[in-house]
T-cell receptor, first 116, second 109 residues
Framework: DSGVTQTPKHLITATGQRVTLRCSPR?????VYWYQQSLDQGLQFLIQ???????AKGNILERFSAQQFPDLHSELNLSSLELGDSALYFC???????????????FGEGSRLTVL | SQKIEQNSEALNIQEGKTATLTCNYT??????LQWYRQDPGRGPVFLLL?????KEKRKERLKVTFDTTLKQSLFHITASQPADSATYLC????????FGAGTTVTVRA
């Protein structure tokens, strides 16, 4: 058990809909990362937050947004869903290392999104 | 553009043999490189981190080397066991840790 909790574990929805994925980092971790993993692509970095502020952005679509709340949990919002958004979405957290990530990431078990 | 490339072919080896995985990168100047293990449908699990000033690092039956001149890391699993069957990912970057596509290892009993 990594200590990172993601909900829901599975989600099935229709095209055009909006969903919210939730992540609770390990106790004490200030950084949260979101990754997308689909069958034909590896782990794709989406976005990182550190202590409530956006720290780095990857190839995150404009239809996707995220935030980190004062209690450090994070949510990833996916809107106007398309078939191609079907994937495993992972959240990871890392320790309070400050401005750079020099440590390991602890991953949750993922949220599997299926868009029909 | 930045690239992380791992053995594209899956690796099938006999139990007890050594598996060697390759990670090559371009357009990165990493201060460190990480290796993760991922089982099907599960989140990646951290295995090892090696810094640019470390040539080699070991953890139990795992060994990692890091050659910043060749821009390459090698990951070895010695005395492999069926339980080592998984996909192994290398990762590097600072704020945005980027992952290679992974190499799937299958260890036959």
């Amino acid at each position: 058990d990594s200590g990172v909790t993601q909900t829901p574990k599975h989600l099935i929805t229709a095209t055009g809909q909006r969903v919210t994925l939730r992540c609770s980092p390990r106790s004490g971790d200030l950084s949260v990362y979101w990754y997308q993993q689909s069958l034909d692509q590896g782990l794709q970095f989406l976005i990182q937050y550190y202590n409530g502020e956006e720290r780095a952005k990857g190839n995150i679509l404009e239809r996707f947004s995220a935030q980190q709340f004062p209690d450090l949990h994070s949510e990833l919002n996916l809107s106007s869903l398309e078939l191609g958004d079907s994937a495993l979405y992972f959240c990871a957290s890392s320790g309070p290392s400050g401005t750079t990530n020099t440590g390991e990431l602890f991953f949750g078990e993922g949220s599997r999104l299926t868009v029909l | 553009s930045q690239k992380i490339e791992q053995n594209s072919e899956a690796l099938n080896i006999q139990e007890g043999k050594t598996a060697t995985l390759t990670c090559n990168y371009t357009n990165y100047s990493p201060a460190y490189l990480q290796w993760y293990r991922q089982d099907p449908g599960r989140g990646p699990v951290f295995l090892l981190l090696i810094r640019e000033n470390e040539k080699e690092k070991r953890k139990e039956r795992l060994k990692v080397t890091f050659d910043t001149t060749l821009k390459q890391s090698l990951f070895h699993i010695t005395a492999s066991q069926p339980a080592d069957s998984a996909t192994y990912l290398c990762a590097l970057g600072d704020y945005k840790l980027s992952f290679g596509a992974g190499t799937t290892v299958t260890v036959r009993a």
